[in-house]
């Protein structure tokens, strides 16, 4: 190892060592310090002692990650239920979805310091590690690597700009992620290619297509979202999904334009992350709407904007819709998955800002299924389709196709996870 690497190496260790009591301290003083309640130290590698059974350890960052590893954490819970199975989370928004499932363990996953990350894996002894997405931390990566577990990436996705910064570090990323990988099963061949050009060896590299495809749809929960607009009928109701924050005045100005054209429409604006819950709502009810909360014991039937302040309860909200606006779109975050929405037979439109799912989002526009829009003529759009029914249709009927078409990423990715974990 060169000189510079070992100081490079040194220099992570010695800076990750300082700050993971600085982030644990600050998350736990903070309002989200809360939402962890008693099992924050877990950030510290601090877990129960017991036996964990040397458990298949996946990890999905947060709420979209663990949509997408749901149906496959099940599936593989069927062909192997003597197997244990850990999951963790970096969030309390994650968390929550695993939250009424037997068959896993939820642990929250430790900061990237080697304190915390030694004393999470001494007392977890992993067998296998997966980790869904992009979610790379050297420390972590190099302790496993030291202990023989096999560590699988799955839904790989890495975009253009993301590999050009990762460019910056040379061969460095491929010593400390590359090289301590077993395996990416990637979402796309471009994806593919692109850890290649960061010198990632082609025989670790391979193609499923995207588990996001692979949704698992809850029956109940679309009943519910049916009684839920029946509620409100004939009003029809446009539901702007995971907004982040300076996206909800957008959305409020969105639905003002429309309604003026489209009288009794219904919004449901819905928060991404829970502790924005009250001041969405305030912003609503400060914008002049009369607002409402989705837990209010009563909702008035001539209220303008319900906020969706609940967690799990998506499909709900989205199939009681008539039109889906995913945000994450509509500043620069990168956009959200618009196929949760698709499943449930739902049509969905975008703001702009679409890059994280950019080939979904393509792949749905060219099929004359989904909609992308600027900002600026969102209002047009929505107006165009809510006094279309037959484009509505048409756009739903597309965007199942693509969906159905798309699926099959769960079963690729299990026979490939078969390989490496024994």
């Known amino acids: ?33 809360s939402a962890y309640g008693d099992r924050i130290k877990e950030l510290l590698g601090d877990i129960p002692a017991k036996d964990y059974g040397c458990p298949v350890w996946f990890h999905t960052v947060s709420v ?5 590893a749901l149906p496959l954490i099940k599936r593989f819970h069927e062909l192997n239920p003597d197997r244990k199975v850990v999951v963790t989370t970096s969030t309390p928004t994650g968390a929550a979805l695993y939250r009424n499932i ?34 790379l931390w050297p420390n972590l ?19 253009d700009r993301s590999a050009s910064r990762y460019s910056l570090l040379g061969k460095s990323f491929n010593k400390y992620i590359g090289d301590r990988l077993t395996m990416l099963i990637c979402q796309t061949n471009d994806d593919r290619n692109n850890f290649e050009k960061l010198g990632i060896s082609s025989d670790k590299l391979h193609i499923s297509g995207s588990l996001k495809f692979d949704i698992d749809v809850n029956q109940e ?49 819905i928060p991404r992350h829970p502790e924005r819950f009250d001041n969405v709502y305030k912003i609503a009810e400060e914008s002049g709407f009369k607002t409402a909360r989705k837990t209010d014991a009563e909702i ?34 990168g956009g959200h998955n618009p196929l ?13 800002y679409i890059r ?7 792949d749905l526009v060219a099929s004359n299924a989904c909609v992308v829009a600027n900002t600026e003529n969102l209002p047009n759009v929505i107006i165009s389709l809510l006094n279309d029914n037959n484009k509505l249709t048409e756009l739903s009927r597309n965007a199942i196709s693509v969906l159905n078409s798309n699926k099959g990423a769960i079963e690729k990715t299990l026979n490939l996870l078969s390989e490496k974990i024994n």
């Open 64 to 68: 979209g990650e663990t949509m997408g």
């Open 1 to 33: 190892m060169g000189r510079h690497k070992i100081m490079l190496e040194f220099l992570y260790k010695a800076v990750t060592f300082i700050l993971a009591p600085v982030i644990y301290l600050k998350i736990k003083l903070s309002s989200k310090g």
């Open 141 to 159: 990566l190099a302790r496993l690597k030291k202990n023989n577990v096999p560590v699988i990436l799955m839904n790989a996705r890495l975009s």
């Open 340 to 352: 949760e929405a698709i499943a449930v037979n739902t049509p969905v439109i975008s703001g702009p």
């Open 221 to 269: 929960k679309i009943a519910l979202g049916e009684q839920f607009s029946q509620r409100f009928a004939p009003r029809k109701i446009l539901c702007v999904a995971s907004t982040h924050e300076g996206e909800d005045e957008i959305a409020l100005n969105i639905f003002q334009k429309v309604r003026e054209n489209i009288p009794g429409l219904l919004l449901i604006l």
């Open 356 to 362: 994280n799912f950019k080939k979904i989002f393509n």
């Open 102 to 135: 037997s068959y896993v363990e939820h642990l929250y996953a430790p900061l990237d310091s080697t304190i915390a990350v030694n004393r999470f894996i001494d007392q977890l002894k992993p067998s296998a590690m997966i980790i869904m997405e992009t979610e």
């Open 300 to 333: 008035s039937s001539d209220v303008d904007v319900i906020i969706g302040n609940t967690m799990g309860e998506m499909p709900i909200y989205m199939s009681a819709s008539t039109l889906v606006l995913m945000a994450g779109s509509l500043t620069d975050i």
